[in-house]
């Protein structure tokens, strides 16, 4: 099977524009979940979708948003780049059998952001 | 709220030596626990897991007991290899309203030398 792929994976871009990035889950996953990633933040969760739905939300301004389509691969979005944004941004799926928490999540390589 | 605690490091280490990198974590419920690796320039690879009191995940020789009574996770091998360099992130995710987030540490450094 396929592995967890972001597209894309090196992104440079300018204070106030805005970004979006791609995930692709494993074959078969419905949840999809954002994480960013920076050196005095360590790893911080986003949102997480579930059959095209958010189901639940970090702590992050409303800059940031997600969305995921019919075939579970996903997009985020970030508009008004900030210096602050800049990050790893790392998508995971997992397969969800329900309301259990054992499900282990899945990382892609993640897409390295830089804003200048 | 859920919160996982690691270690300090960096960790550095001679080739052969054994390893114990702290976990300790704080979560309602009953948490799963984790241990993932991250390479340079990679994403995060799931290393082992456990999900219940007295589980004991193992993977690539590398071992973790999940202590409910201690709500630890400790991290061990007992013989590393240079290969083993990497950031180690000990993690929990619970089920509920807080399915799909996973509650990270800080990550722990480890260098190993021939």
């Known amino acids: 099977k396929a592995g967890v792929t972001q597209t894309p994976r090196y992104l440079i871009k300018t204070r106030g524009q805005q970004v979006t990035l791609s995930c692709s889950p494993i074959s078969g996953h419905r949840s999809v979940s954002w994480y960013q990633q920076t050196p005095g933040q360590g790893l911080q969760f986003l949102f997480e979708y579930f059959s095209e739905t958010q189901r639940n939300k970090g702590n992050f301004p409303g800059r940031f948003s997600g969305r995921q389509f019919s075939n579970s691969r996903s997009e985020m979005n970030v508009s008004t780049l900030e210096l602050g944004d800049s990050a790893l941004y790392l998508c995971?799926?997992?397969?969800?059998?329900?309301?259990?928490?054992?499900?282990?999540?899945?990382f892609g390589p993640g897409t390295r952001l830089t804003v200048l | 709220g859920n919160s996982v605690t690691q270690m300090e490091g960096p960790v550095t280490l001679s080739e052969e030596a054994f390893l114990t990198i702290n976990c300790t974590y704080t979560a309602t419920g009953y948490p799963s626990l984790f241990w993932y690796v991250q390479y340079p320039g990679e994403g995060l690879q799931l290393l082992l897991k456990?999900?219940?009191?007295?589980d004991k995940g193992s993977n690539k020789g590398f071992e973790a007991t999940y202590r409910k009574e201690t709500t630890s996770f400790h991290l061990e091998k007992g013989s590393v290899q240079v290969s083993d360099s990497a950031v180690y992130f000990c993690?929990?995710?619970?089920?509920?309203?807080?399915?799909?987030?996973?509650?990270f540490g800080q990550g722990t450094i480890l260098t190993v030398h021939p």
């Open positions: 456990a999900t219940k009191a007295d």
């Open positions: 993690a929990l995710g619970t089920g509920g309203t807080s399915y799909g987030k996973l509650t």
């Open positions: 995971a799926s997992s397969y969800h059998t329900g309301t259990g928490n054992g499900n282990e999540q899945f």
